[in-house]
């Protein structure tokens, strides 16, 4: 699965968890019958595929968790949530600039928009065949995890090569610790009495 969505702000993770159900149950349910893919709600953007490993706890590209309990990973407008509280400790929120692929290729989604990517290894260790899998491959018949991570050319990515993604909640995190370290130096250096 490669999928191609608009920049904007979006939920990554269990749809279940943040989806009303009028959305979750009535729309992609009812309508869509819990299937993979892309789908237009609302004028939104809702991308979902189903994990390899089915529910767990994943961990990304930046060690952030990912609570699955209903076997799927979705890219979620958040105009289609309606209780932002709901993400938390359950997926994160991205702030994407240009358009964005999802992509599903053999247990491992890759979110990619402009150089940065996310990615996401649900892949069950156990089962895996890669002969077996559902991949996803680019024009040349490779398999698009090797083009994103530049693989094929035995390039390594690592996060000094600003390649991943922060989550809109990593800067509420990181600027939280700013505070906390600016007005620790203030009782520090304040004159007692």
């Not at 009028?22 to 809702?46: H, P, V």
């Not at 892949?123 to 398999?143: T, V």
């Amino acid at each position: 699965m490669n999928e191609t969505l608009l920049p904007g702000k979006y939920y990554l993770g269990d749809p279940l968890n943040v989806l009303p159900s009028r959305i979750y149950n009535g729309i992609w349910g009812n309508l869509y019958n819990f299937e993979n893919g892309k789908y237009a709600i609302n004028d939104t953007d809702f991308v979902v595929h189903n994990t390899h490993y089915g529910d767990n706890i994943y961990k990304d590209t930046k060690n952030r968790s990912y609570t699955i309990n209903s076997g799927v990973i979705a890219l979620v407008d958040i105009r289609l949530i309606d209780d932002i509280s709901k993400i938390k400790n359950n997926g994160h929120i991205f702030t994407f600039h240009s358009k964005i692929n999802f992509i599903y290729d053999g247990g491992l989604f890759y979110i990619k928009s402009d150089k940065k990517y996310i990615c996401i290894n649900t892949i069950n260790e156990e089962e895996y065949n890669s002969d077996f899998e559902e991949h996803c491959e680019n024009e040349d018949g490779d398999y698009i995890q090797k083009t994103i991570t530049n693989a094929s050319d035995n390039d390594s990515v690592n996060d000094e090569d600003n390649l991943f993604f922060n989550s809109d909640d990593d800067d509420i995190k990181d600027e939280k610790s700013l505070e906390n370290s600016v007005s620790e130096k203030i009782i520090f250096f304040k004159k007692k009495n």
